[in-house]
């Protein structure tokens, strides 16, 4: 008996230690030497595919540095994520580091966590060139593309409240199949974060055919995401990004992704960086995107 009770301990402490290590995401990267990155498919130039599984881009690359820093024998598994399902992999533990173009917002941090910005966007419209689309005001009676699952949708209910404009959502299930409304002709215009607009502009077919124009919607921060229940990870990995930000590394990977020719077209996305991230640069934080909100 006195042996069994001994035996039903030890394996109570080792139970009791796999739910301590659970939640331990480093810990659990180093012991399968291999970290889960989620990535999107159509998100440039933050996190695309370039087919063949082969994931490329601005936080992509990020990720990459992060967690051969943290983990430097580990290999990346990459998993592509769409926008509905993105948060409920990260929270279940399906992926270890989600490296794509979520927005970090009071909601969201709720269920998960958020490393520093990284990227700050604007939402703004997309359209053909020579469409007298040229403000939210004229989106009335147009038929208006967006992702499922993204803040895009939000904003344009606000702003269909506050104008009283009425315009007919139609939804794609990635941004990839978002811009192909528009490039179709089924919507009239596409709203979303003014980089990936530019990205989706940039790998298109004839890229001259169209304009980002339009007031700014609203201003979003853009960060890796990751478990809400791992402190430690979390801090991991904002040291990583403060380290990159002081050796100059995060605004040559900005300059890379944004600023010079990417593949598969070898065309610029050309989006400068702006005030607001240069300012997040020097003072990194986590805050979520009521913080930038106009008062």
């Known amino acids: 008996m006195k042996k069994q009770i001994l035996t039903l301990a030890a394996l109570a402490l080792v139970a009791g230690g796999a739910l301590a290590q659970s939640n331990d995401t480093l810990a659990k990267i180093k012991s399968s030497g291999k970290a889960v990155m989620g990535v999107r498919e159509s998100s440039a ?6 087919g063949g599984g082969k994931y490329v881009g601005y936080h992509v690359e990020l990720c990459e540095q992060i967690i051969k820093k943290l983990a430097p024998s580990a290999t990346i598994e990459y998993t592509p994520v769409t926008s509905a399902n993105r948060i409920p992999l990260v929270q279940n533990g399906t992926v270890d580091i989600e490296c794509g173009s979520t927005t970090n917002n009071a909601t969201r941090q709720k269920d998960v966590s958020f490393g520093y910005t990284t990227y700050v966007t604007e939402v703004r419209t997309a359209v053909k060139k020579g469409s007298a689309i040229k403000s939210v005001a004229d989106l009335d009676g147009k038929n208006v593309a967006t992702t499922t699952g993204t803040t895009s949708v939000a904003l344009l209910r606000k702003n269909e ?22 490039e179709s002709g089924r919507a009239d215009a596409f709203v979303m974060d003014d980089n990936i607009l530019a990205g989706l502009i940039a790998s298109s077919k004839s890229p001259g055919d169209y304009a980002i124009v ?3 919607l609203n201003v979003e921060p853009i960060a890796v995401m990751f478990r809400k229940d791992d402190p430690a990870f979390k801090k991991a990995v904002d040291e990583q990004i403060s380290a990159m930000i002081k050796s100059g590394d995060i ?35 986590d805050n979520p995107a009521e913080s930038f909100a106009k008062k």
């Open 45 to 50: 130039p933050l996190s695309y595919t370039l």
């Open 251 to 285: 605004e040559k990977l900005y300059t890379k992704w944004f600023m010079t020719p990417i593949a598969p077209k070898n065309v610029s996305v050309n989006l400068p960086m702006g005030d607001t991230l240069k300012g997040l640069l020097k003072s990194p934080n």
């Open 161 to 182: 409240r506050s104008q009283k404009i009425k315009f007919n959502e139609v939804y794609g299930k990635d941004h990839a199949d978002s811009f192909l409304l528009l």
């Open 214 to 216: 339009g007031e700014t």
